[in-house]
């Protein structure tokens, strides 16, 4: 369901560049770059910017020859994600799932140390004697 189908503004400030190393064609290209924005592009998560870098290897030995790597800025929060699979559709896929993954820290992250600040005793929190 997209934003269009339930009637919310599609307010997206993700501003990533995708970049390829190797012989790389435009069909994984643009699957990596739609798994990118699946992940980063959700609501009420901070601006994202940086790069995804997605190579393949020359060496056809290579039991892994897909490899990216993403370099991003979430608010104030730097992630960085690695990751190596067979084919490039394996490849977004893990990277879709590491990439959810550190948004959901860093939202949690954001979350908690809101919840968890005490306020100070002269702005209304417990003194030691245990009076409010």
Do not use: F
Not at 4 to 19: E, F, I, L, S, W
Not at 55 to 74: D, F, I, K, M, T
Request: avoid cysteine.
């Amino acid at each position: 369901m997209t934003a269009k189908d339930t009637g919310v503004p599609a307010t997206t400030t993700v501003a990533v560049q995708v970049r390829v190393e190797g012989d790389v064609d435009e069909e994984a290209v643009a699957y990596v770059r739609e798994k990118v924005l699946a992940a980063l592009g959700r609501p009420g998560a901070p601006a994202v910017s940086g790069e995804v870098r997605v190579a393949r290897a020359v060496a056809h030995h290579a039991e892994r020859p897909w490899s990216a790597g993403a370099e991003l800025v979430v608010g104030n929060t730097l992630l960085v994600v690695h990751a190596q699979e067979a084919t490039a559709h394996e490849l977004a896929d893990r990277l879709q799932d590491r990439l959810r993954s550190q948004m959901d820290r860093v939202l949690h992250r954001k979350e908690a140390v809101r919840r968890s600040a005490t306020p100070p005793p002269w702005r209304g929190g417990r003194t030691g004697n245990g009076r409010v």
